[in-house]
Protein backbone atom coordinates (compact mmCIF):
# COMPACT_ATOMS: atom_id res chain seq x y z
CA UNK A 1 0.00 0.00 0.00
CA UNK A 2 3.24 1.98 -0.25
CA UNK A 3 1.12 3.70 -3.44
CA UNK A 4 -1.74 4.38 -1.19
CA UNK A 5 0.33 6.36 1.07
CA UNK A 6 1.64 7.95 -2.61
CA UNK A 7 -2.01 8.15 -3.41
CA UNK A 8 -2.94 9.75 -0.61
CA UNK A 9 0.71 12.59 -1.34
CA UNK A 10 -1.53 13.27 -4.23
CA UNK A 11 -4.38 14.46 -2.13
CA UNK A 12 -2.46 17.43 -0.68
CA UNK A 13 -1.14 15.41 2.84
CA UNK A 14 2.11 17.12 3.56
CA UNK A 15 5.21 15.38 4.21
CA UNK A 16 3.45 11.67 4.60
CA UNK A 17 5.36 10.24 1.92
CA UNK A 18 9.09 10.00 3.61
CA UNK A 19 7.74 8.40 6.38
CA UNK A 20 8.77 4.55 7.09
CA UNK A 21 5.64 2.56 6.14
CA UNK A 22 3.96 0.33 8.99
CA UNK A 23 1.03 -1.27 7.73
CA UNK A 24 -0.64 0.43 4.96
CA UNK A 25 -3.71 2.08 6.74
CA UNK A 26 -7.40 1.90 5.38
CA UNK A 27 -8.62 4.51 3.57
CA UNK A 28 -12.47 4.91 2.78
CA UNK A 29 -12.23 7.38 -0.97
CA UNK A 30 -13.67 10.42 -0.57
CA UNK A 31 -16.23 9.39 -3.33
CA UNK A 32 -17.72 6.62 -1.04
CA UNK A 33 -19.29 8.27 1.35
CA UNK A 34 -20.56 10.78 -1.52
CA UNK A 35 -22.16 7.74 -3.14
CA UNK A 36 -23.61 6.26 0.03
CA UNK A 37 -25.56 9.75 0.93
CA UNK A 38 -26.32 9.95 -3.02
CA UNK A 39 -28.15 6.20 -2.83
CA UNK A 40 -29.78 6.60 0.42
CA UNK A 41 -31.36 10.46 -1.10
CA UNK A 42 -32.16 8.10 -4.32
CA UNK A 43 -34.33 6.10 -3.00
CA UNK A 44 -36.81 8.83 -1.44
CA UNK A 45 -36.98 10.38 -4.94
CA UNK A 46 -37.78 7.13 -6.10
CA UNK A 47 -40.37 6.72 -3.22
CA UNK A 48 -41.54 10.62 -4.38
CA UNK A 49 -41.65 9.16 -7.55
CA UNK A 50 -44.15 6.34 -6.57
CA UNK A 51 -45.93 8.93 -5.18
CA UNK A 52 -46.36 11.13 -8.35
CA UNK A 53 -47.12 8.17 -10.62
CA UNK A 54 -49.77 6.80 -8.61
CA UNK A 55 -51.61 9.85 -9.21
CA UNK A 56 -50.32 11.76 -5.86
CA UNK A 57 -50.88 15.59 -6.88
CA UNK A 58 -54.46 14.52 -8.84
CA UNK A 59 -55.65 13.42 -6.16
CA UNK A 60 -55.55 17.14 -3.81
CA UNK A 61 -58.24 18.18 -5.88
CA UNK A 62 -60.16 18.40 -2.34
CA UNK A 63 -59.43 18.95 1.05
CA UNK A 64 -60.00 15.05 2.28
CA UNK A 65 -58.01 13.95 -1.02
CA UNK A 66 -55.38 16.39 -0.44
CA UNK A 67 -55.50 14.83 3.35
CA UNK A 68 -55.31 11.29 2.02
CA UNK A 69 -52.83 11.84 -0.51
CA UNK A 70 -49.97 13.86 1.45
CA UNK A 71 -51.37 10.60 4.08
CA UNK A 72 -49.62 8.15 1.09
CA UNK A 73 -46.60 10.24 0.82
CA UNK A 74 -45.53 10.85 4.44
CA UNK A 75 -46.36 7.32 4.87
CA UNK A 76 -43.94 6.17 1.73
CA UNK A 77 -41.12 8.71 2.98
CA UNK A 78 -41.63 6.89 6.36
CA UNK A 79 -41.20 3.41 5.58
CA UNK A 80 -38.36 4.70 3.27
CA UNK A 81 -36.62 6.46 6.09
CA UNK A 82 -37.12 3.24 8.36
CA UNK A 83 -35.31 1.20 5.55
CA UNK A 84 -32.41 3.54 5.97
CA UNK A 85 -32.53 2.86 9.39
CA UNK A 86 -32.18 -0.33 9.65
CA UNK A 87 -29.28 -0.53 6.39
CA UNK A 88 -27.54 2.51 8.70
CA UNK A 89 -27.19 -0.09 12.07
CA UNK A 90 -26.76 -3.27 9.32
CA UNK A 91 -22.84 -3.17 10.12
CA UNK A 92 -21.74 -3.19 6.14
CA UNK A 93 -18.51 -2.40 5.92
CA UNK A 94 -18.89 0.24 3.73
CA UNK A 95 -21.45 2.20 5.56
CA UNK A 96 -19.15 1.62 8.65
CA UNK A 97 -15.63 3.16 7.41
CA UNK A 98 -17.91 5.79 5.72
CA UNK A 99 -19.24 7.25 8.72
CA UNK A 100 -17.83 5.41 11.63
CA UNK A 101 -19.83 4.74 14.87
CA UNK A 102 -20.25 8.00 16.33
CA UNK A 103 -21.47 9.48 13.26
CA UNK A 104 -23.74 6.36 12.69
CA UNK A 105 -25.18 6.55 15.80
CA UNK A 106 -25.79 10.14 15.93
CA UNK A 107 -27.60 9.65 11.97
CA UNK A 108 -29.27 6.53 13.06
CA UNK A 109 -31.15 9.21 15.92
CA UNK A 110 -31.97 11.68 13.43
CA UNK A 111 -33.17 9.49 11.00
CA UNK A 112 -35.03 7.22 13.67
CA UNK A 113 -37.04 10.75 14.83
CA UNK A 114 -37.68 11.90 11.47
CA UNK A 115 -39.23 8.79 10.26
CA UNK A 116 -40.98 7.94 13.43
CA UNK A 117 -42.76 11.50 12.94
CA UNK A 118 -43.88 11.33 9.49
CA UNK A 119 -45.19 7.67 10.82
CA UNK A 120 -47.43 9.46 13.14
CA UNK A 121 -48.34 12.03 10.55
CA UNK A 122 -49.45 9.05 7.48
CA UNK A 123 -51.43 7.63 10.40
CA UNK A 124 -53.41 10.88 11.27
CA UNK A 125 -53.74 12.18 7.43
CA UNK A 126 -55.00 9.26 6.18
CA UNK A 127 -57.68 8.87 8.79
CA UNK A 128 -58.69 12.32 9.11
CA UNK A 129 -58.85 12.00 5.03
CA UNK A 130 -60.60 8.79 4.76
CA UNK A 131 -63.22 9.72 7.48
CA UNK A 132 -63.65 13.09 5.06
CA UNK A 133 -64.45 11.31 2.70
CA UNK A 134 -67.08 8.61 3.69
CA UNK A 135 -67.90 11.22 6.30
CA UNK A 136 -67.42 9.20 9.37
CA UNK A 137 -66.09 10.28 12.44
CA UNK A 138 -62.28 10.09 12.96
CA UNK A 139 -62.16 6.98 15.76
CA UNK A 140 -64.80 4.96 14.08
CA UNK A 141 -62.89 5.46 10.56
CA UNK A 142 -59.51 4.64 12.30
CA UNK A 143 -61.33 1.44 14.27
CA UNK A 144 -63.09 0.54 10.90
CA UNK A 145 -59.55 1.02 9.05
CA UNK A 146 -57.96 -1.36 11.87
CA UNK A 147 -60.22 -4.11 12.31
CA UNK A 148 -60.99 -4.21 7.98
CA UNK A 149 -57.91 -2.96 6.32
CA UNK A 150 -55.67 -6.28 5.22
CA UNK A 151 -52.37 -5.85 7.19
CA UNK A 152 -53.59 -2.98 9.44
CA UNK A 153 -53.96 -4.88 13.07
CA UNK A 154 -50.08 -5.77 12.03
CA UNK A 155 -49.73 -2.48 11.49
CA UNK A 156 -51.32 -1.21 14.48
CA UNK A 157 -48.77 -3.56 16.59
CA UNK A 158 -46.08 -2.65 14.65
CA UNK A 159 -46.51 0.98 15.55
CA UNK A 160 -47.44 0.38 19.14
CA UNK A 161 -43.84 -1.21 19.18
CA UNK A 162 -41.99 1.92 16.96
CA UNK A 163 -43.35 4.02 19.61
CA UNK A 164 -42.22 2.16 22.36
CA UNK A 165 -38.32 2.28 21.08
CA UNK A 166 -38.92 5.76 20.14
CA UNK A 167 -40.30 6.58 23.91
CA UNK A 168 -37.42 5.07 25.71
CA UNK A 169 -34.85 6.72 23.01
CA UNK A 170 -35.38 9.86 24.59
CA UNK A 171 -31.99 10.75 26.70
CA UNK A 172 -34.40 11.26 30.16
CA UNK A 173 -36.25 7.74 29.25
CA UNK A 174 -33.06 6.04 28.39
CA UNK A 175 -31.40 7.40 31.61
CA UNK A 176 -33.38 5.60 33.49
CA UNK A 177 -33.06 1.69 32.09
CA UNK A 178 -29.82 -0.52 32.55
CA UNK A 179 -27.60 -0.30 29.08
CA UNK A 180 -28.65 -3.89 28.91
CA UNK A 181 -32.48 -3.62 29.26
CA UNK A 182 -32.77 -0.80 27.08
CA UNK A 183 -30.64 -2.34 24.49
CA UNK A 184 -33.24 -5.94 24.32
CA UNK A 185 -35.79 -3.62 24.00
CA UNK A 186 -34.50 -1.46 21.47
CA UNK A 187 -34.22 -4.84 19.53
CA UNK A 188 -38.13 -4.49 18.97
CA UNK A 189 -37.90 -2.25 16.35
CA UNK A 190 -36.97 -4.85 14.23
CA UNK A 191 -40.79 -6.83 14.90
CA UNK A 192 -42.11 -3.53 14.78
CA UNK A 193 -40.50 -2.41 11.19
CA UNK A 194 -41.27 -6.08 10.27
CA UNK A 195 -44.88 -5.97 11.24
CA UNK A 196 -45.55 -2.55 9.28
CA UNK A 197 -44.19 -3.75 5.97
CA UNK A 198 -47.18 -6.14 4.85
CA UNK A 199 -50.00 -3.51 5.35
CA UNK A 200 -48.20 -1.64 2.61
CA UNK A 201 -48.18 -3.90 -0.55
CA UNK A 202 -51.83 -5.22 0.76
CA UNK A 203 -53.39 -1.39 0.62
CA UNK A 204 -50.68 0.68 -0.26
CA UNK A 205 -52.26 2.29 -3.35
CA UNK A 206 -48.68 2.96 -5.09
CA UNK A 207 -48.11 -0.84 -4.86
CA UNK A 208 -51.85 -2.00 -5.62
CA UNK A 209 -51.91 -0.08 -9.12
CA UNK A 210 -48.07 -0.77 -9.84
CA UNK A 211 -46.16 -4.46 -10.13
CA UNK A 212 -42.61 -2.50 -10.76
CA UNK A 213 -43.08 -0.40 -7.17
CA UNK A 214 -44.42 -3.92 -5.78
CA UNK A 215 -40.88 -5.98 -7.20
CA UNK A 216 -38.46 -2.50 -6.52
CA UNK A 217 -39.94 -2.13 -2.40
CA UNK A 218 -39.94 -6.21 -1.90
CA UNK A 219 -36.18 -6.41 -3.72
CA UNK A 220 -35.57 -2.67 -0.93
CA UNK A 221 -36.45 -5.02 2.28
CA UNK A 222 -35.02 -8.28 1.11
CA UNK A 223 -31.37 -6.55 0.53
CA UNK A 224 -31.82 -4.99 3.89
CA UNK A 225 -32.84 -7.91 5.48
CA UNK A 226 -29.99 -9.74 3.81
CA UNK A 227 -27.39 -7.21 4.89
CA UNK A 228 -28.44 -7.63 8.83
CA UNK A 229 -28.32 -11.63 8.05
CA UNK A 230 -24.80 -11.12 6.55
CA UNK A 231 -23.17 -8.49 8.56
CA UNK A 232 -24.71 -8.65 11.46
CA UNK A 233 -24.95 -12.97 12.53
CA UNK A 234 -23.00 -14.08 9.41
CA UNK A 235 -20.23 -12.38 9.27
CA UNK A 236 -19.26 -12.47 13.28
CA UNK A 237 -20.41 -16.04 13.32
CA UNK A 238 -18.02 -17.16 10.59
CA UNK A 239 -15.35 -14.83 11.95
CA UNK A 240 -15.37 -15.80 15.21
CA UNK A 241 -14.89 -19.46 13.82
CA UNK A 242 -12.10 -18.77 11.68
CA UNK A 243 -10.27 -16.83 14.61
CA UNK A 244 -11.17 -19.27 17.43
CA UNK A 245 -10.01 -16.26 19.85
CA UNK A 246 -8.91 -17.69 23.52
CA UNK A 247 -7.52 -15.55 26.59
CA UNK A 248 -3.99 -15.82 26.71
CA UNK A 249 -3.67 -13.70 30.11
CA UNK A 250 -5.40 -11.06 31.73
CA UNK A 251 -3.18 -8.60 33.41
CA UNK A 252 -4.05 -5.89 35.91
CA UNK A 253 -2.97 -2.65 34.84
CA UNK A 254 -4.34 -0.43 38.02
CA UNK A 255 -6.51 -1.68 41.01
CA UNK A 256 -10.22 -1.30 38.68
CA UNK A 257 -8.14 -1.55 34.81
CA UNK A 258 -7.36 -4.97 33.47
CA UNK A 259 -5.86 -5.73 30.10
CA UNK A 260 -7.04 -9.02 28.58
CA UNK A 261 -5.10 -10.10 25.71
CA UNK A 262 -6.06 -13.28 23.27
CA UNK A 263 -4.81 -15.14 20.99
CA UNK A 264 -6.35 -16.80 17.69
CA UNK A 265 -5.50 -18.36 14.37
CA UNK A 266 -4.77 -15.98 11.06
CA UNK A 267 -5.97 -13.44 13.12
CA UNK A 268 -3.48 -11.59 9.93
CA UNK A 269 -6.41 -11.94 7.78
CA UNK A 270 -8.76 -9.98 10.21
CA UNK A 271 -9.20 -6.84 8.53
CA UNK A 272 -8.60 -4.57 11.63
CA UNK A 273 -6.44 -1.80 12.15
CA UNK A 274 -5.07 0.02 15.17
CA UNK A 275 -7.67 2.72 17.19
CA UNK A 276 -10.52 0.54 16.10
CA UNK A 277 -13.09 -1.39 18.21
CA UNK A 278 -14.84 -5.00 18.25
CA UNK A 279 -18.28 -6.04 20.13
CA UNK A 280 -16.56 -8.75 22.50
CA UNK A 281 -18.41 -11.80 23.92
CA UNK A 282 -16.39 -13.95 26.80
CA UNK A 283 -17.73 -17.20 27.42
CA UNK A 284 -16.70 -16.99 30.93
CA UNK A 285 -20.57 -18.10 32.22
CA UNK A 286 -23.96 -16.03 33.08
CA UNK A 287 -23.78 -12.48 30.70
CA UNK A 288 -22.02 -13.84 28.05
CA UNK A 289 -24.98 -13.25 25.45
CA UNK A 290 -24.51 -9.17 26.48
CA UNK A 291 -21.30 -8.28 23.99
CA UNK A 292 -19.61 -5.38 24.88
CA UNK A 293 -17.70 -2.92 23.01
CA UNK A 294 -13.90 -2.17 24.09
CA UNK A 295 -11.08 -0.89 21.52
CA UNK A 296 -7.68 -2.49 21.39
CA UNK A 297 -5.60 -0.88 23.37
CA UNK A 298 -2.27 -2.22 21.63
CA UNK A 299 -1.66 -2.49 17.63
CA UNK A 300 -2.94 -5.68 16.30
CA UNK A 301 -0.48 -8.62 15.43
CA UNK A 302 -1.03 -11.87 13.73
CA UNK A 303 -1.99 -13.71 16.64
CA UNK A 304 -2.44 -11.61 19.18
CA UNK A 305 -5.05 -8.57 20.21
CA UNK A 306 -5.27 -6.77 23.50
CA UNK A 307 -8.21 -4.40 25.31
CA UNK A 308 -7.45 -2.31 28.12
CA UNK A 309 -10.95 -2.16 30.20
CA UNK A 310 -12.05 -0.02 33.41
CA UNK A 311 -14.90 -1.44 35.39
CA UNK A 312 -17.64 0.38 34.59
CA UNK A 313 -20.64 -1.93 35.65
CA UNK A 314 -21.47 -5.78 35.62
CA UNK A 315 -19.66 -7.01 32.50
CA UNK A 316 -16.70 -5.34 32.31
CA UNK A 317 -15.87 -6.20 35.95
CA UNK A 318 -16.21 -9.49 35.18
CA UNK A 319 -13.11 -9.28 32.89
CA UNK A 320 -10.70 -9.31 35.75
CA UNK A 321 -11.89 -12.74 36.78
CA UNK A 322 -11.93 -13.94 33.33
CA UNK A 323 -9.34 -17.40 32.96
CA UNK A 324 -7.23 -17.89 30.11
CA UNK A 325 -8.08 -20.18 27.58
CA UNK A 326 -12.05 -18.69 28.04
CA UNK A 327 -13.21 -18.63 24.36
CA UNK A 328 -14.44 -15.19 22.73
CA UNK A 329 -16.84 -14.58 19.94
CA UNK A 330 -16.36 -11.40 17.86
CA UNK A 331 -18.22 -9.04 16.20
CA UNK A 332 -16.41 -6.40 14.01
CA UNK A 333 -14.08 -4.63 13.55
CA UNK A 334 -15.78 -1.64 13.77
CA UNK A 335 -14.96 2.49 13.95
CA UNK A 336 -12.44 4.52 11.77
CA UNK A 337 -9.96 6.22 14.84
CA UNK A 338 -7.01 4.41 12.41
CA UNK A 339 -4.68 5.82 10.54
CA UNK A 340 -6.84 5.40 7.49
CA UNK A 341 -8.26 8.80 8.59
CA UNK A 342 -4.97 10.33 8.46
CA UNK A 343 -4.45 13.05 6.05
CA UNK A 344 -1.54 15.27 7.92
CA UNK A 345 2.28 14.72 8.86
CA UNK A 346 1.43 15.63 12.05
CA UNK A 347 -0.44 14.28 14.36
CA UNK A 348 -2.31 15.22 17.98
CA UNK A 349 -3.52 12.12 20.31
CA UNK A 350 -5.68 13.35 23.15
CA UNK A 351 -7.07 10.66 25.89
CA UNK A 352 -8.29 10.84 28.54
CA UNK A 353 -8.99 8.62 31.36
CA UNK A 354 -9.80 4.76 29.89
CA UNK A 355 -10.37 6.77 26.58
CA UNK A 356 -6.09 5.75 26.32
CA UNK A 357 -6.96 2.46 25.03
CA UNK A 358 -7.12 3.40 21.14
CA UNK A 359 -4.84 6.05 21.20
CA UNK A 360 -2.02 3.89 23.08
CA UNK A 361 -3.21 1.44 19.70
CA UNK A 362 -2.54 4.23 17.51
CA UNK A 363 0.79 5.59 18.69
CA UNK A 364 2.25 2.19 18.70
CA UNK A 365 0.77 1.92 15.11
CA UNK A 366 1.09 5.41 13.50
CA UNK A 367 4.22 5.82 10.49
CA UNK A 368 6.06 9.18 12.51
CA UNK A 369 9.45 10.61 12.41
CA UNK A 370 10.56 11.92 15.93
CA UNK A 371 8.63 14.84 16.87
CA UNK A 372 5.50 13.98 14.47
CA UNK A 373 3.46 12.60 17.22
CA UNK A 374 2.39 14.10 20.30
CA UNK A 375 0.13 12.58 23.16
CA UNK A 376 -1.87 14.70 25.98
CA UNK A 377 -2.81 12.01 28.34
CA UNK A 378 -5.53 14.02 30.85
CA UNK A 379 -6.05 11.31 34.38
CA UNK A 380 -7.47 12.95 37.75
CA UNK A 381 -4.07 11.24 39.65
CA UNK A 382 -1.05 9.54 38.43
CA UNK A 383 -2.40 6.14 39.83
CA UNK A 384 -4.86 6.48 36.85
CA UNK A 385 -2.33 7.09 34.16
CA UNK A 386 -2.67 3.22 33.01
CA UNK A 387 -0.51 2.18 30.45
CA UNK A 388 2.30 4.64 30.96
CA UNK A 389 5.37 2.51 30.84
CA UNK A 390 4.22 1.27 27.22
CA UNK A 391 3.73 5.05 26.78
CA UNK A 392 7.12 6.18 27.47
CA UNK A 393 8.78 3.29 25.76
CA UNK A 394 6.85 4.37 22.77
CA UNK A 395 7.50 7.67 22.98
CA UNK A 396 11.18 6.60 23.51
CA UNK A 397 11.48 4.15 20.61
CA UNK A 398 9.47 6.51 18.28
CA UNK A 399 10.43 10.08 19.15
CA UNK A 400 6.76 11.07 19.95
CA UNK A 401 6.12 13.82 22.54
CA UNK A 402 4.48 12.30 25.53
CA UNK A 403 2.53 14.62 28.21
CA UNK A 404 0.72 13.65 31.52
CA UNK A 405 -2.04 16.44 32.37
CA UNK A 406 -2.62 15.09 35.86
CA UNK A 407 -4.89 16.63 38.51
CA UNK A 408 -8.82 17.44 39.57
CA UNK A 409 -11.30 19.05 37.33
CA UNK A 410 -11.80 22.79 37.59
CA UNK A 411 -14.93 23.23 38.96
CA UNK A 412 -17.25 25.32 37.12
CA UNK A 413 -15.66 25.34 33.89
CA UNK A 414 -15.93 22.80 31.04
CA UNK A 415 -12.35 22.13 30.06
CA UNK A 416 -10.25 19.24 28.91
CA UNK A 417 -7.18 20.90 31.73
CA UNK A 418 -6.39 20.28 34.97
CA UNK A 419 -6.98 22.15 37.76
CA UNK A 420 -3.61 23.30 37.52
CA UNK A 421 -3.90 25.18 34.34
CA UNK A 422 -6.58 27.46 35.42
CA UNK A 423 -4.74 30.54 34.41
CA UNK A 424 -4.55 29.43 31.02
CA UNK A 425 -7.57 29.21 28.51
CA UNK A 426 -8.56 26.24 26.53
CA UNK A 427 -6.54 27.54 23.99
CA UNK A 428 -3.26 28.89 24.95
CA UNK A 429 -3.53 25.44 27.06
CA UNK A 430 -3.23 23.54 24.35
CA UNK A 431 -1.23 26.09 22.13
CA UNK A 432 1.29 25.42 24.69
CA UNK A 433 1.75 21.83 24.49
CA UNK A 434 1.38 21.74 20.55
CA UNK A 435 2.66 25.29 19.42
CA UNK A 436 1.51 24.02 15.46
CA UNK A 437 -1.68 22.36 16.10
CA UNK A 438 -3.65 23.96 13.99
CA UNK A 439 -1.42 21.80 11.21
CA UNK A 440 -2.16 18.94 13.15
CA UNK A 441 -4.54 15.41 12.78
CA UNK A 442 -6.11 15.33 16.08
CA UNK A 443 -7.56 12.35 17.37
CA UNK A 444 -9.46 12.16 20.70
CA UNK A 445 -11.10 9.63 23.12
CA UNK A 446 -12.25 10.25 26.56
CA UNK A 447 -15.72 10.83 28.76
CA UNK A 448 -18.50 12.91 26.64
CA UNK A 449 -17.95 16.22 28.52
CA UNK A 450 -13.94 16.19 28.53
CA UNK A 451 -14.05 15.27 24.50
CA UNK A 452 -16.14 18.15 23.86
CA UNK A 453 -14.67 20.81 25.74
CA UNK A 454 -11.26 19.39 24.14
CA UNK A 455 -13.30 19.13 20.43
CA UNK A 456 -13.90 22.75 20.91
CA UNK A 457 -10.44 24.38 21.68
CA UNK A 458 -8.86 21.81 19.34
CA UNK A 459 -11.87 23.86 16.58
CA UNK A 460 -10.84 27.04 18.27
CA UNK A 461 -6.89 26.42 17.78
CA UNK A 462 -7.18 26.45 14.26
CA UNK A 463 -7.74 22.93 13.17
CA UNK A 464 -10.10 22.13 10.63
CA UNK A 465 -13.27 19.63 11.41
CA UNK A 466 -11.88 17.22 8.43
CA UNK A 467 -8.99 16.58 10.82
CA UNK A 468 -10.22 16.10 13.84
CA UNK A 469 -11.33 12.50 14.75
CA UNK A 470 -13.01 10.56 17.94
CA UNK A 471 -14.32 7.66 18.98
CA UNK A 472 -17.58 8.24 22.15
CA UNK A 473 -17.56 5.31 24.80
CA UNK A 474 -21.19 5.46 24.98
CA UNK A 475 -23.75 6.07 22.62
C1 LIG B 1 -16.85 2.30 20.63
C2 LIG B 1 -16.59 1.99 22.08
C3 LIG B 1 -15.32 1.60 22.48
C4 LIG B 1 -15.09 1.35 23.84
N1 LIG B 1 -13.83 0.96 24.22
C5 LIG B 1 -13.58 0.77 25.53
C6 LIG B 1 -12.26 0.39 25.97
O1 LIG B 1 -11.32 0.21 25.17
N2 LIG B 1 -12.04 0.23 27.32
C7 LIG B 1 -13.07 0.42 28.23
O2 LIG B 1 -12.84 0.29 29.44
N3 LIG B 1 -14.34 0.76 27.83
C8 LIG B 1 -14.61 0.93 26.52
N4 LIG B 1 -15.87 1.26 26.12
C9 LIG B 1 -16.94 1.41 27.13
C10 LIG B 1 -17.47 0.01 27.47
O3 LIG B 1 -18.10 -0.56 26.37
C11 LIG B 1 -18.48 0.12 28.61
O4 LIG B 1 -17.86 0.69 29.72
C12 LIG B 1 -18.99 -1.26 28.98
O5 LIG B 1 -19.72 -1.79 27.94
C13 LIG B 1 -19.81 -1.14 30.24
O6 LIG B 1 -20.58 -2.30 30.46
P1 LIG B 1 -20.83 -2.81 31.96
O7 LIG B 1 -21.71 -3.98 31.89
O8 LIG B 1 -19.54 -2.95 32.64
O9 LIG B 1 -21.55 -1.59 32.65
P2 LIG B 1 -23.05 -1.12 32.56
O10 LIG B 1 -23.43 -0.65 33.89
O11 LIG B 1 -23.90 -2.12 31.88
O12 LIG B 1 -22.87 0.12 31.56
C14 LIG B 1 -22.19 1.28 31.95
C15 LIG B 1 -22.31 2.22 30.76
O13 LIG B 1 -21.57 1.68 29.66
C16 LIG B 1 -22.30 1.83 28.46
N5 LIG B 1 -22.50 0.50 27.89
C17 LIG B 1 -22.81 -0.64 28.52
N6 LIG B 1 -22.91 -1.66 27.68
C18 LIG B 1 -22.67 -1.14 26.47
C19 LIG B 1 -22.66 -1.67 25.17
N7 LIG B 1 -22.88 -2.95 24.92
N8 LIG B 1 -22.45 -0.84 24.16
C20 LIG B 1 -22.20 0.45 24.38
N9 LIG B 1 -22.18 1.04 25.56
C21 LIG B 1 -22.42 0.25 26.60
C22 LIG B 1 -23.62 2.46 28.77
O14 LIG B 1 -23.57 3.80 28.38
C23 LIG B 1 -23.75 2.33 30.23
O15 LIG B 1 -24.38 3.45 30.75
C24 LIG B 1 -16.14 1.50 24.78
C25 LIG B 1 -17.42 1.88 24.37
C26 LIG B 1 -17.64 2.13 23.04
C27 LIG B 1 -19.00 2.57 22.62
Given at each position: MSAAVTASAAT??????SLPVRRPPVRAPRWWRDAVGAVTWLTMLVVVALWISGGGIQAMGTPAGALTSLGRLTGLVAADLLLVQVLLMARIPVVERVYGQDDLARRHRLVGFASFHLMLAHLVLVVIGYALTFRTDVFGEFWGLVVDAPGMLLALAGTLLLVMVVVLSVRAARRRLRYESWHLLHLYAYLGVGLAIPHQLWTGQDFLADPIATVYWWTLWAAAAGCLLVFRVGLPVYRSLVHDLRVSAVVHESPDVVSVWMQGR??????VAAGQFLTWRF???????RGHPYSLSAAPTGDTLRITVKDLGDGSRALAAVKPGTRVLVEGPYGRLTAGVRTRRKVTLMAAGIGISPLRALLEDLAQAPGDVTLLYRAR???????RHELDALAQRTGARVFYLVGPRLPGRPTW????????SEVDGLRRLV????DHDVYLCGADAWMEAARRAVAAAGVPTAHIHQERFAW
Open positions: GTDGLTRLDRLPLSGPGWTSTADLVLLPASAAGLPDIA
